[in-house]
Structure formats: C-alpha cells, structure tokens
C-alpha cells in the first residue's frame, strides 16, 4: 500500500504543476476531388491546481493509512 500511496502523491504532485493538456487533431477544411486541405485544430484541458492537491492529500492518507505488503 506504501508504494500505491507514493505513485498517487507523484501523480498529485504532476497535476499540480502540470494544470493543462494540449493536443492537435485535423480538421479537413476542402476536399475536391484527389486534393485536400486539412488544418490543425488545437484542444486544451484544463484543471484547477487544486485537484492535485486533493490527490496528494488522498495519496498522503493511502500512505499513513495503508497496510504493509
């Protein structure tokens, strides 16, 4: 249990930091016949750094709480 509870506190510890998600995906704007124009359209996820900190603390009781395996 030791151990989930530090993987859970570093994964709090990286959505702290780390508050956002970018990733591209193509959106074809023309097609007439063999020719194609496609653009990249970015997306965003955004988190509140509040949420890692609520893992943490999660993590943080698994690891004072938990069992030894």
């Known amino acids: ?8 506190i ?4 990286g959505l702290t930091v ?3 998600f970018s990733y591209f995906t193509k959106e074809e704007v023309v097609k007439v016949g063999p020719i194609e124009i496609t653009k990249d359209k970015p997306h965003t996820f955004n988190w509140s750094p509040f949420v890692g900190i609520g893992i943490m603390a999660i993590g943080g009781f698994i690891l004072l709480k938990g069992k030894k395996v």
């Open 18 to 20: 780390f508050t956002t």
């Open 10 to 13: 570093l994964l709090g510890f």
């Open 1 to 8: 249990m030791k151990k989930i509870g530090i993987i859970i």
